[in-house]
């Protein structure tokens, strides 16, 4: 067991030093389309989505993470801050509490951040900006699995610094849900799972080859069971950046039978940002 772990400790601490070194920096991604399950690597369906015009981020290193975890610590209750330190259940703690801790991982992506824990992150980089300009401002969240793809490409097509699939795979902000080539809409499922929801219902998609798990096709990471209040040793995540302006009013548009908003609206609501909805 000893030798397993001095082998896993090595094995690790190599791959995540020869991953990319990032720096914090958003790159802009202008509004176009994305073919999703060719970008998936699907070959026998397609279909295509709109996305609007985002920014987007690295992938959220050790450094940034630590110090989003000092800005809060004596903000919050002691049982809120330790729910945000994270912890990975695939790594032994020793080597994991190394990793949080030495200064040769600042600048590598962070691992063992939940889904949770991820939009925790992006909340607080909301209201930073929030009470610089309530009129108007960044919304920050994790990408959802189209922006995720489309932003993959539109950087390898501009050579852009900002890498994708050099390091972790990533939390996406879809919900798990049925099959991923039946119906377009529900590519971009979310679902909010509550506490008491069982298990199948806090299931998040990752994307993306990691240190430990390369797939042939991006399509066959949306099969794996992540679960949002779990943090893995292989799964870290990027930040999507959308401006928001308090003369936004949201659109409901009426679909399948229920109505629907876009993500920003719903992320507004729970963290408690003023909204205006058309009438």
Not at 81 to 103: D, T
Not at 210 to 230: A, C, G, I, M
Request: proline share 5%; hydrophobic share 40%.
């Amino acid at each position: 067991t000893l030798a397993l772990i001095k082998m896993s400790r090595i094995i690790f601490i190599f791959l995540v030093l020869t991953s990319t070194q990032l720096c914090a920096q958003l790159i802009s991604v202008p509004t176009g389309e994305v073919e999703v399950f060719k970008s998936l690597g699907i070959k026998y369906s397609n279909c295509t989505l709109e996305i609007e015009q985002f920014e987007i981020s690295n992938q959220v290193t050790v450094k940034e993470y630590l110090q989003f975890l000092k800005a809060i610590k004596s903000t919050v209750p002691d049982s809120v801050y330790l729910g945000l330190v994270p912890k990975a259940s695939n790594l032994p703690p020793s080597l994991y509490s190394e990793f949080l801790n030495s200064s040769i991982f600042l600048d590598v992506p962070v691992v063992g951040v939940d889904w949770l824990q991820a939009m925790a992150y992006c909340k607080w980089k909301t209201f930073q900006e929030y009470e610089l300009d309530t009129s108007s401002y960044g919304l920050y969240r994790l990408p959802k699995l189209s922006e995720w793809l489309y932003a993959k490409g539109f950087t390898a097509a501009n050579d852009s610094i900002i890498p994708f699939e050099d390091g972790p795979s990533e939390w996406t902000y879809n919900a798990k849900a049925f099959r991923l080539d039946t119906i377009a809409e529900l590519f971009d499922y979310s679902y909010p799972a509550e506490i008491i929801d069982p298990p199948s219902l806090k299931r998040k998609i990752v994307i993306g080859n990691s240190w430990y798990s390369t797939e042939e096709t991006l399509y066959e990471h949306t099969h794996k069971d992540r679960f949002q209040n779990v943090g893995y040793g292989d799964i870290g995540f990027r930040i999507l950046k959308r401006m928001q302006s308090d003369s936004s009013i949201y659109k409901k548009a009426t679909e399948i039978g229920y109505p629907l908003y876009p993500t920003e609206y719903w992320i507004k609501k729970e963290w408690g940002l003023p909204l205006k909805t058309e009438n």
